[in-house]
T-cell receptor, first 113, second 116 residues
Framework: GDSVTQMEGPVTLSEEAFLTINCTYTATGYPSLFWYVQYPGEGLQLLLK?????DKGSNKGFEATYRKETTSFHLEKGSVQVSDSAVYFCALREETSGSRLTFGEGTQLTVNP | NAGVTQTPKFQVLKTGQSMTLQCAQDMNHEYMSWYRQDPGMGLRLIHY???????DQGEVPNGYNVSRSTTEDFPLRLLSAAPSQTSVYFC???????????????FGPGTRLTVT
C-alpha cells in the first residue's frame, strides 16, 4: 500500500538557518504530494502541494519539488524564523483513492532565537 | 465561513463510557473524514464519508462508529471508551475535481481526548 516516510525529529535550528525535512514515499500510481503544518494547539493547515513530477510547490518561503525518480518531496526553507516552529507532515493522495490522504509521522521543528 | 468546527476541544472519559465527537463544515464539501493523531505515528484515518448516507472504514476503525445524515455533519461515536483511544482527533473535509489535480483538505482544530 501507499506509505510516506519522514526524517526523524525533532529538529532544532537557530533563527536564519537553512531547513531541510526529508520525505520519501511509496505509491502504486502517480500521487499528489502535500506538506501540512501544525502550529501548537491547532489543526493542520496546507503549506504547499505538487500534483505531478517536477512540479515545485512553494509558500511562505518554503519549497518542495516532486521528484519521481527518487520518490521524494523534501521540504526546504532558506532562512527559518522562530514563528516556523511547528510540526510538519508530508502526505500523499492517489487519484484512485478519492480524497484519502496518507500521512508521514510528522517532524517537530523548533527554531531558537 | 467557519470552515470545519469540532466540539468539544477537550474531554476526559472513564473506561467504558460513551461519547460523541461533533464535526461540522459549512463549505458544502462531499468528503469528510476522521483521523486520530498519536505521537510518532502521524495521522491515521478512522472513518470517512464520500457524501450524505455513505460511510466507510479507514485504517483504524475499531471502537468507533460514524454516520452522515447531512452534508454538513459527521459525528464520531465512541461506544465504550478504552485507554488506547486516548488521542487527539481531527475532523477534515475536502473537495476535489477529478482529473484536474485540484484538491484541498481542510482540518478542524481537534479534540483532545483522555480515557482513564
Amino acid at each position: 500500500g501507499d506509505s510516506v516516510t519522514q526524517m526523524e525529529g525533532p529538529v532544532t535550528l537557530s533563527e536564519e538557518a537553512f531547513l531541510t525535512i526529508n520525505c520519501t514515499y511509496t505509491a502504486t500510481g502517480y500521487p499528489s504530494l502535500f506538506w501540512y503544518v501544525q502550529y501548537p494547539g491547532e489543526g493542520l493547515q496546507l503549506l504547499l502541494k505538487a500534483t505531478k513530477a517536477d512540479d515545485k510547490g512553494s509558500n511562505k518561503g518554503f519549497e518542495a519539488t516532486y521528484r519521481k525518480e527518487t520518490t521524494s518531496f523534501h521540504l526546504e526553507k532558506g532562512s527559518v524564523q522562530v514563528s516556523d516552529s511547528a510540526v510538519y507532515f508530508c502526505a500523499l493522495r492517489e487519484e484512485t483513492s478519492g480524497s484519502r490522504l496518507t500521512f508521514g509521522e510528522g517532524t517537530q521543528l523548533t527554531v531558537n532565537p | 465561513n467557519a470552515g470545519v468546527t469540532q466540539t468539544p476541544k477537550f474531554q476526559v472519559l472513564k473506561t467504558g463510557q460513551s461519547m460523541t465527537l461533533q464535526c461540522a463544515q459549512d463549505m458544502n464539501h462531499e468528503y469528510m473524514s476522521w483521523y486520530r493523531q498519536d505521537p510518532g505515528m502521524g495521522l491515521r484515518l478512522i472513518h470517512y464519508s464520500v457524501g450524505a448516507g455513505i460511510t466507510d472504514q479507514g485504517e483504524v476503525p475499531n471502537g468507533y462508529n460514524v454516520s452522515r445524515s447531512t452534508t454538513e455533519d459527521f459525528p464520531l461515536r465512541l461506544l465504550s471508551a478504552a485507554p488506547s483511544q486516548t488521542s487527539v482527533y481531527f475532523c477534515a473535509s475536502s473537495y476535489g475535481i477529478a482529473g484536474t489535480g485540484k484538491y484541498e483538505q481542510y482540518f478542524g482544530p481537534g479534540t483532545r481526548l483522555t480515557v482513564t
